[in-house]
């Protein structure tokens, strides 16, 4: 098969996927066209201000820019004719009952379509149901072209594997799947990701990989589940279960996830309605995966009986109390609060009239709720303090100052299980805490 040259690639949808993908591309010397539909994140990348915030994304995106190797532009003509390699990147949400939204793909489809011409190569990074390629993509741009994929244009799936506050290192260290339309397009689109990606890579066929993405993310869904049902068995029998886990995964072939306030963010929550999507339509019934949607899905409220049971346990009312909730992102280190469990925490307390603070030292939503700039003044003259985000600044919290801030019989609800619960009480105050049976 003759070495493919690639002198310009087009990214389009420059959010948490795109974005990376675009300037680690450029990175490689690659001359890169990013598409957007929105043009204040256009004008904003082209300013060298990344729209969404990411370790080293700043510095890499100004690099691009001096090196004029990145620009980026609403024009989708100028974007595709002037592409070698195409790689979309845009969201694929789940709406009502759980059923995949499409019309960011079929978006950008369509104008790919436009202009599409032969001896391309088109790449799907974004995350898509089972037989989404040949079922959809291919009949979309073939009927709109007239091309045929496999001949006329090369078709790619390569899934991102990439975590929020790690995507640069992740993209370029991870192994990768990439799933081929044809096999000769999946060896063209490993000689484009080879220029970038440090892991190894797999070529498979698009099917396999369309379904072997999403359940890494339903994997981790399902097993989230586990150690969040392993937790409340632990509170009932008297057992921590933070201390379950970490003997259990002294196994060497254990790794049980952490128990937490449920599972937010673009992916986890909505992956596993991929997977089982298009098998559900014809007639089979998901167990284990709706069922561990489902007891995630019901960890927010637990961790409000959990505050209910702490001001209850120092006799407090709900409606008489502040409680200061610390962490609105989905999960520790990252500023995005899609999905995150915080705001179903934040809606049931305001149904109790609690009285509410909020405060995240990266994420500026609040759901509603009112926020102080400073812990320090969120946490003053509150009765109950909520870890419900992992960041890695609540980690090692001064208690000492904290309690002295409070009000009479503090309490903390740990629900990310970061505090050290003897630490807690030996400072005075009531602890509770997902899994922690005492
Ligand atoms: N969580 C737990 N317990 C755990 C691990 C996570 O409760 O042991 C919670 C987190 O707090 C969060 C949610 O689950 O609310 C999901 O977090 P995550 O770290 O498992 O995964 P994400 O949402 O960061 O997934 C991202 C996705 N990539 C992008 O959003 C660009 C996903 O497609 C990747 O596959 C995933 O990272 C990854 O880890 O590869």
Not at 161 to 182: A, H, M, Q, V
Not at 206 to 214: C, F, H, P, Y
Not at 237 to 248: E, H, P, T
Not at 317 to 342: C, E, F, H
Request: with cysteine.
């Amino acid at each position: 098969m003759k070495n493919w040259n690639y002198n310009t690639i087009t990214v389009i949808g420059l959010g948490y996927v795109g974005l990376p993908t675009a300037v680690i591309f450029a990175k490689a010397g690659l001359k890169v066209i990013g598409v957007d539909v929105n043009p204040q994140t256009v004008q904003s990348i082209n300013s060298g201000r990344p729209p969404i915030n990411e370790p080293g994304l700043q510095k890499l995106l100004k690099e691009a820019l001096n090196t004029k190797l990145l620009t980026a532009t609403t024009d989708y003509k100028y974007a595709i004719k002037n592409a070698d390699a195409i790689i979309i990147c845009v969201p694929t949400p789940i709406g009502e009952n759980n059923v995949p939204i499409l019309k960011y793909l079929d978006l950008a489809l369509e104008n790919v379509s436009q202009f599409l011409t032969r001896k391309k190569l088109v790449i799907i990074e974004s995350t898509i149901p089972p037989g989404c390629t040949h079922n959809h993509i291919v009949p979309l741009i073939e009927q709109k072209t007239g091309l045929k994929a496999g001949t006329d244009f090369w078709l790619a799936y390569c899934p991102e594997r990439i975590t929020p506050g790690k995507s640069l290192k992740e993209f370029i260290e991870n192994d990768r799947i990439i799933g081929g339309y044809t096999h000769e397009s999946g060896k063209i689109a490993e000689q484009l990701f080879k220029k970038v990606v440090k892991g190894k890579i797999y070529v498979t066929d698009i099917k396999t990989a369309e379904v072997a993405k999403i359940a890494e993310n339903t994997f981790r869904d399902i097993n989230i589940a586990f150690a969040n049902e392993l937790a409340l068995i632990c509170e009932k029998i008297g057992v921590d279960v933070m201390k379950v886990i970490q003997l259990a995964n002294t196994h060497p072939r254990v790794n049980i996830h952490l128990p937490g306030t449920g599972v937010g963010g673009p992916c986890i929550p909505k992956d596993p309605y991929l997977l089982i999507y298009p098998a559900e339509k014809l007639g089979f019934k998901s167990k284990i995966i709706r069922t561990a949607r489902m007891i995630n899905d019901t960890m927010p409220n637990h961790v409000v009986n959990l505050i209910l049971n702490g001001l209850n346990s120092v006799g407090k009312s709900i409606v008489n109390s502040k409680i200061t909730i610390l962490g609105t992102a989905y999960k520790g280190g990252v500023d995005d609060s899609r999905l995150s469990p915080a705001k179903e925490i934040i809606n049931k307390l305001k149904a109790l009239n609690a009285n509410l603070v909020v405060f995240d030292p990266y994420c500026s939503e609040t759901f509603g709720a009112r926020s102080e700039k400073s812990i320090e003044e969120a946490v003053l003259n509150s009765d109950c303090i909520v870890l419900v985000t992992d960041h890695p600044e609540f980690r090692n919290l001064d208690l000492v100052r904290l309690r002295k801030l409070m009000k009479d019989n503090p309490i903390i609800v740990d629900g990310r299980r970061i505090i050290d619960p003897n630490e807690a009480k030996r400072h005075g105050f009531q602890y509770l805490g997902v899994g922690y049976g005492n």
